[in-house]
Every structure is written in C-alpha cells, then in structure tokens.
C-alpha cells in the first residue's frame, strides 16, 4: 500500500439499491452512491439507523444481501477482502476499540509489528529490514502528522494512556493509526459523536484534508458537514431492527 503522504489514490464508491438483511430485519436498505475519488462520504442518520452496518459493508467487513456496489473496480459483495485490502478503518466501536490502558507508543508499536508482518507486498518483504523499518517509521509519522496529533504535546507524551485522551485525540489517534497501512478508502464511525461544535469542524477539517490528499473518507454522522457526498439511513429500517443487527454484524466485522 502506498504510504499515508504519498497522495495515494482513492478509490470510487458506487451503490445502488445496496442493502442488508439478517434474521431480525433489514439493517440498510436502498442505499445509493456515486462519490469520486478522494470524496468526504458523510452517512448520515440517527443513532440505530444502519449507518455502522452501511459502513462495514462498504469496506468489506459485512455482506451486502441485496443490490450491488462497488469500491474502486472491486464490486461488493463478490471481492469483500479485496475491498479490506485496500481500505482501512478508523474508530468502530466493537470492531477497532483501542485498548485504554495502553498508551500512545504501545499502540503505534503494535500497529507497526502488524505492518511488518502483515502489511505490504512479497516484493516488499524481501528488502532489507533496516529499510523496511525506516519506511515505517516515516509513514508513522506522516499518519500523525496527517492527523494533526502532535505526540509531544499530550500529557505524558508518547507514555500517555489512551485513557487519558480526549475525546477529539480519540479520533485523532485511531484514524492516524489506520493511516499506517496506507488505504485508499478510510472508515470512520461516529465522527461527531460527543463533540462540541468547535471540536466537531475540527474532526471534518481534518477528515477533509485527507481527501485532498487523495483518500476517499466514509465518515458516520449524525450531521453531514457541508460539500460532503450525503448518504442517508434510516428511511426503509426501523432502530429496534438495526440495533439487534447491529451486534451480530460486529461479531461478524471482528472475525473479517
């Protein structure tokens, strides 16, 4: 994958009478996209409305029961782990919970042992470790640096817990640290969830400045922000049907 600086290509997302059903009812329905390359998606909906699900399904992580869609030349739900392969996902709660008790440095420490091992191409394996490691040490730092997270200026640095961050380095951090692996498409969910205004164009701006980059950012919203591609939940699903989907379809994310 390319790094988080190297205006990597984003990747189109297209949708058409997308949905999904389990065994309790439809947690999304009719949902419809057309969004460039490099576009700020907001999915956009009440808390219970599908929006988590949508979200999964569009990178990978759930199977679409009806319609088609498609993320870059890869369509959904034929080609869900070439889809993961070239997207990452930011906070999901349930799916990419970071641990509180870590800190800052074990958390980038471990997303790199990942990239190490997991990440990359065989071409890519075969260089030299000490170059392997240089590279990605500079595309941690570049992921920051894309977030707007300076390590240096949390409570305790580097040695600051999760815990003990607020609410916007949350988001922040989790994003940086799927930023790492380079996706063409990113996911975020719950992106101005217990935000205050001031905190919640903070969180767009710097979701906005990834697409002008070159990623393509699906952010989960109660609100879209202005010139966001809008998709919206909830019109063809009720919220009891949605929440009771909702826990077996991030069982479901966990294992993918």
Do not use: Y
């Amino acid at each position: 994958m390319d790094g988080p600086t190297d205006g990597a290509r984003g990747a189109a997302v297209t949708a058409e009478g997308f949905g999904l059903k389990g065994p309790r009812g439809w947690a999304f329905r009719g949902i419809g996209i057309e969004a460039e390359p490099g576009s700020l998606v907001a999915l956009e909906g009440p808390s219970g409305s599908g929006r988590t699900c949508l979200l999964l399904a569009l990178t990978g992580r759930m199977r679409a029961t009806e319609g088609h869609a498609a993320v870059g030349r890869h369509p959904l739900p034929r080609q869900l782990a070439a889809v993961r392969r070239i997207s990452g996902l930011g906070p999901v709660p349930g799916v990419t919970d970071l641990d509180p008790a870590l800190t800052v440095a074990e958390h980038l420490r471990e997303r790199a042992l990942l990239e190490r091992r997991f990440g990359g191409s065989l071409r890519g394996l075969l260089r030299p470790r000490s170059e392997r490691r240089n590279e990605l040490r500079l595309r941690v730092d570049a992921a920051l640096m894309a977030t707007g997270l300076d390590l240096e200026t949390l409570p305790k640095g580097r040695r600051t817990a999760v815990r003990d961050l607020d609410r916007l380095e949350v988001l922040r951090f989790s994003v940086a640290l799927a930023l790492i692996g380079g996706p063409r498409v990113l996911g975020v969910d719950d992106t101005d969830l217990k935000l205050s205004d001031a905190e919640r164009a903070e969180a767009w701006a710097m979701l906005t400045s990834l697409t002008e980059r070159g990623t393509t950012v699906l952010a989960v919203c109660s609100e879209a922000p202005e010139g966001a591609v809008v998709v919206r939940t909830g019109t063809t699903v009720t919220p009891a049907d949605d929440d009771k989907e909702t826990a077996d379809a991030l069982a479901e994310a966990r294992r993918a």
